[in-house]
């Protein structure tokens, strides 16, 4: 199953019900405020109140959940056998990554939520309570790292736009202690800028040499083949509701969010596919493509000679997996 990048019709409802009564102007405002907080290096210290939480949520709760369905549903392609039970959700917020991992895996049976935020803990039940999924979901408050060292393993475990809210120290002692609690799969999402596909492909390194594996969406556990200023991100639209429209104060009605990722495994995964690094040139002569691959970055040229090939390349999007 293939989840879709917007928010599930039941998920979209009771956020927008919660904005009933509730100024969009300052919902506008808060939403504005809290989010340049988070681009300097605030993490979720502006969101106090339930007005806060809900003005969060409204406006980055869709462009996050995008990224994570769409990391998630690469993970599904790539290992179609996996079927996790349990969930341990990192720095969970108002449970985007438990929502998208719920619509991408409906295997998963529990749900173990940690952060440290009050408000966004309060939502986050709510809205899971509204959908039934309350009485499978544990979410406990505090410091993410000290709750995750007392934390059960679980099958998929989840960073979703946590890791960057940390130092380096903290980033490396964290990740040792996620790898720990990774009984199968682990997931980290950030923003797709310089600075967080920076901290992800630290991750990566280091645990490799702990022992993890690979699985998406690089097609091989070396060392990642781009060189500076280039970076490996990839971008999901979504459609912005009414109200997501009102809090952000936009008039366009999609969103490209972009963002960083990885999956990495205790088991190695077989032929992993090469992955498009970019949206492809499509021409009259041939399609080109950049590619990272087992063998490391290609400049794929698919002739439209080769009709079968040609018409395969055409339908290539950025971020697709893909077999050469």
Known sequence: MTASPDLPAAL???LEARLQGISRNAAA????????TYRDGGGSTAIKSETDALAYALARMPATYAADVASLNSLAEIR???APSSLLDIGAGPGTATWAAAEAFPSLQSFMLLDANDALRKL??????????ASRTIYERGDARALLARAEPADLVIASYVIGEMNEAERTSLASLMWEKTRDTLLVVE??????????IALRKQLIAAGA??????????????????WCHFTQRLQRSRAHKQVKGAEVPFEDEKFSWVALTRTPVAQRPSRVLAQPAVGKVEVTAKLCTPNGLEIARVPRRDKAAY???RRWRWGDAVQL
């Open 124 to 133: 986050a039940l709510e809205l899971l309570d509204d959908n039934g999924r």
């Open 191 to 200: 923003p797709g800028t310089p600075a967080g596909y920076a901290r992800v």
């Open 213 to 230: 594996h690979v699985v998406a969406p690089c097609p091989h556990d070396a060392a990642c083949p781009l060189v500076p200023p280039d």
């Open 29 to 36: 405002d808060r939403a504005a405020a809290i989010s340049k």
């Open 12 to 14: 979209r409802a009771a």
């Open 311 to 313: 018409a395969e390349a």
């Open 80 to 82: 179609a056998d996996f």
